[in-house]
Each structure stands twice: as structure tokens, then as C-alpha cells.
């Protein structure tokens, strides 16, 4: 086949990082392209708690970029560009030198304890909304900001320049200082409505406006690495490539969904994302009371989503059981779930007491305690309990999404990651009664990969790029259960009632 191009991803989550090539082959025939995705390079990203705060060690994540560069050219790729997504939310500041100023704080410090209930007292609870567009989350950078004004942060009265953390990263590799569109609508400071940077609000609240750059969107082509980086790795100077660089907007991009069709979607990884594409975004009264958020996604779009806390309750429980002794693989207590009594035992996955990591089996069962259900004990009992109270509030958040767009969706497309948990995918369809599209595990970095491939001129457009993810990897569709049908919908109204 012939390789018509070769683009590097980066896809940074909240445990660890992947450097992935991504070559666009044919055979003979460039309309019949398919993807080749291979991961070349993995490493942690652990917070640092220091000082009473916890952070990102940015530095070590910055070395860890360079690492996969060097990786990916003497493994003869040569790669055309790269492009980074992340996370969304935190940040760096730069003073007037470029330089950072101190190590960006982790989205799980709990400096913003108390700001969101206080900034709706001060604004309004409806106008930050109005204004903001998100669901209102602690850790949300207006948020952020606010707390280190509270503290009289001398970093603040130093910043010249505040990025992003993809951004940020870029420029450390290429000297450019951009903002991009997808991240900037995750900070609450960007007006969905106004489409420009909310700097009355900014005003407001005391956040000097002069460190937000104009957003660019995904597509663009940023710049070279610079001279220093690619005499330090021995490299050819690629290109850097603004894509959706919130690793949530990436996934969403490579949802294999049919031309101009409208489509409901879970990123399904540490957290779980579920929402839709639009042409505008929803701020409504009732968006704000179904806890939605309206985050701007690839081609101008919106994206109408609600965060829901994933597998990370999962992911705990295994780290329990890992240091206790009690070492099982996720394979292991996925069968162990499937063997045990369905729907003994529910939870909110949302619940605040599960935000917080340790302890999370024990917070599991005292949940279940105080709402008079039976207590999981086992590794296949807590492990159901998860899977179906996930599956059960996808479902609750699929209809609230309906009621908002006014829109009946057909089924729903899960990418990333946690579509390797089958039995999740199987209950999510049982939960939903319509069936689910399960492709690709990959998502955040093929969704990168395709915004590459538009910016280099090799896709015309997203529509064009999504085609390549049904010719390039499986799609595993998953029917709901008729016989079991009765059975959901009385776990169903079991959950609204555990809810509460």
C-alpha cells in the first residue's frame, strides 16, 4: 500500500500518556484510504501533592513528548506533524518572559472548594450559565482562577499569558502561544453565545482579560518545533497542528456517525461524556437544570454534553484490591460481575462522595447502606453494582438530552477506551433499549489524527475524515436484550428512587 501520510498524536488523560503514528495508506486508490494506528510510546501522569496543593508535573510530561519524538523518528516514521489533546480545564501561566510561573494546578486541588456555590451567590446561578455555558463542575478554570484571586496568588499579578495545558505543551516545543477553541469553551470564561472571550465577566471578577489569546480553531497549523528542541532530539522540524486538543472534543470527532445525521455519543474512559453535536449551543433554563454543558467542538460546532463520573469508581476499587493483595484484571471482574445477582445493589455514580479518590469501596457500600439496599461485598457484586448504576444513568442522561434537543436518537456511539468493558456495552443497550455502536477504543487520538490529516490537505473536511474510521477499524454493535427489557425498566425506577 502506499503511505500518503504520517501524523503523531498525542493523547494525554488524568493516569497516563500515549504517543500514537498515524499513517494514511492506500492501495492504489486514495478515495479507498485506510488508518494505521500504532502506539509507540506510554507513561504515567501522576499528581504531585505539594505545599497543601496537588499538581500536574508538567515538565516531567513535557520530557515524556520529547521522548516519543525521538521514539518516532528512529523508528523510521518521520512523521509530517503532531498535535496534542488533553484533559480540559487546567493551566499554566507565563510571565512576561515566557516562562512558567510555578507548577499548574490539578483539577482535584481542592482550593475550589465552595467557589462554584459562591460565584452563583455573586452572579447568579442562570447568568453563570447563560455566560459560561458549562455544567457547574469545582474544578472548571473561572473556578480556578477565582480561588487564586481569593488567596492573593502573587502568580496572577506576574502572568503575562495563560495556556492551556495543550497549549501549553506546544509552546514549550514550538515557541507558539496560541489558545484553542475547544479548550478555551472549557473554561466558563468563554460566551457561547457571543462566540468571543466573556471579559465583563472577567471584570467582574477581578481575572485580568489580558491573558486570554484570541482562539484559534482545530485545522490550524501552528508552527515548527523549534531549532533548540530538534538539535536536542536530532529531528526534522514537524509541524504542530491545532486539533480538537480537549481530548473530549478529539474522541467526538472520530465518531463514525453517517453524513449529516444526528447522533448521541458516550466517551466512555475515567470519566463518561454523553452528548450530542449541534450547530449552536443550548442555554436554557432546563439545559442548566439537567446539568449540561455546552463545550465547542470541531468545525465550529457545539458539543451538548453531560460529564458523568465513568469508570473511575471502578478504576479505585481495583487499586484497592491491587494493594491489598486482591489482584484482579478488569477481564477478571467483568466475569466475576456477570456471574452475580443483577440489580441487588445501585448507586449514583454522580454522588459527590465518589469524586475524591481512596476509600472508595467503603463510600460504595455506605452508600448502599443509607439507601437501604443490600451491601456489596464481593469483587463480582461492587463491580455490578458500578456497571449497572453507569449504564442506568446513561440512560436517565440520554433522556434528558432528548427532552432538550427535542430529538429521538436512534442508538447510541461509544468510543474510547472503556468499550473494552463488553458487559458495560451490553447493559448500556439493555439500559437504553436501542442499540449501541461500540468503535474505536482509540478515539481521542484518531480524532486527533483526522484534524491533522485536514490540516495537511489529505481529508477535505471532518465529514470526509470520519469515513476513514468505518474503513479502518471494527465497529461492534451491541442489541438489547428483549427478554430482559421488564427487568431495566424496574431497575430503572429502583435508581431515580436511590437517587432521590
Known sequence: MTKLATVLAFDLGASSGRALIGELKADGNAAAAKLKVTEIHRFPNEAVSVGGHLHWDILRLLQELKTAIRIAFQKGYEPQSFAIDTWGVDFGLLDR?????????????????????????????QSMYEQGGLQFMPFNTVNQLYAMIKASSPKLEAAETLLLTPD?????????????????TTTGLYHPAKQEWNKQLMERLGIPDHLFLDPIHPGTVIGPLTAAVCEELEVLPIVAVAVGSHDTESAVAA????????????????????????????????????????EGGVGGTYQLLKNIMGLWILQECKREWDESGEA??????????????????????????????????????????????????????????VLESLALRYREALEQMEALTEHCYEGLHIVGGGI?????????????????????????????????????????????????????????????????????????????????
Open 328 to 385: 484482579n484484571s478488569f477481564a477478571e471482574l467483568v466475569v466475576e460481575a456477570g456471574q452475580t445477582e443483577p440489580f441487588r445493589s445501585l448507586i449514583d455514580p454522580d454522588a459527590a462522595v465518589f469524586y475524591a479518590p481512596s476509600g472508595m469501596i467503603a463510600r460504595i457500600q455506605a452508600f448502599c447502606e443509607a439507601s437501604g439496599q443490600p451491601v456489596p461485598t464481593t469483587h463480582g457484586e461492587i463491580t455490578r453494582c
Open 255 to 294: 465518531v463514525p456517525a453517517a453524513d449529516g445525521s444526528s447522533f448521541a455519543y458516550i466517551v466512555c474512559g475515567t470519566w463518561s461524556l454523553l452528548g450530542t453535536e449541534l450547530p449552536q449551543p443550548i442555554v436554557t433554563m432546563d439545559a442548566m437544570l439537567s446539568e449540561f454543558s455546552n
Open 168 to 184: 501549553l505543551l506546544t509552546y514549550f516545543l514550538t515557541g507558539e502561544k496560541v489558545c484553542e477553541f475547544t479548550m478555551a
Open 97 to 125: 518572559n515566557g516562562e512558567l510561573l510555578g507548577n499548574p494546578y490539578h483539577y482535584r486541588d481542592a482550593q475550589t472548594e465552595g467557589i462554584v456555590e459562591e460565584l452563583n451567590a455573586l452572579i447568579g446561578q
Open 420 to 500: 473494552q468493558n463488553e458487559l458495560l456495552c451490553q447493559f448500556t443497550a439493555n439500559a437504553i433499549g436501542r442499540p449501541v455502536s461500540a468503535g474505536p477504543v482509540e478515539a481521542s487520538a484518531i480524532g486527533n489524527m483526522l484534524l491533522q490529516f485536514v490540516a495537511l490537505g489529505h481529508c477535505s473536511d471532518l465529514q470526509h475524515a470520519r469515513k476513514l474510521v468505518s474503513a479502518s477499524f471494527g465497529i461492534k454493535r451491541y442489541e438489547p436484550s428483549a427478554v430482559e427489557q421488564e427487568a431495566w425498566h424496574e431497575a430503572y425506577v429502583k435508581f431515580r428512587k436511590v437517587k432521590g
